[in-house]
């Protein structure tokens, strides 16, 4: 077995599955907004609301950085990024080192999946698809936003993508199970 590296947008399944497969495995699993956390001492959500975007980013950066520098391909565990786990585009250089050590490790035999799944899906899941106010960016457009600036670098550091829309978690946990050679 080697290292598989789940990533995508929120609502995308990438902790469920990789918790569901790490329990039928026995393999490890690691995820990182649980590691933000735990550096941080308090959630990514409760570092946005109450220090901002930025304050998050970098402490995903320092996390995320650390932890594919302490592993290899051939380290028999799940890896969930998290949604921000390799910036905000393609001219995002403060992630830059990220995505590099992402390639490295799938050139070096790590299975690197992206889960997706269309707007009304994802939007749903998040829980972000209540009424709008007019007086505040919509969480819905900040949402796309960020999708459309990033499934480009999900697709790209993956080399396959399963789309979880109308899946549910056992389904879409299967599918990513084939794809990192794990067959329960």
Known sequence: MSLAILLG???ALVPEC??????ASGRSCLLVDDAV????GESPERIVTTKGARALRAVEREV???ILDSIDAADDRILALSSGSLGDGEDDEDFAPVRRRI???????AVV?????DLATLVKRTGIGGP???AVESPRKIFYRHLSRREPLYAAAAEAT???????VPEAAAQVARLIRFAP
Do not use: K, N, Q, Y
């Open 132 to 134: 709008r106010l007019a």
């Open 9 to 11: 947008p929120p609502g």
């Open 18 to 23: 990789a918790e569901r497969i790490s329990a």
């Open 113 to 117: 999946v992206h889960l997706t799944g």
């Open 64 to 66: 995320v950085g650390a």
């Open 37 to 40: 956390e735990a550096v941080a």
């Open 162 to 168: 399963v789309d979880t829309s109308g899946m549910d």
């Open 103 to 109: 390639a490295e490790l799938a050139g070096e035999g």
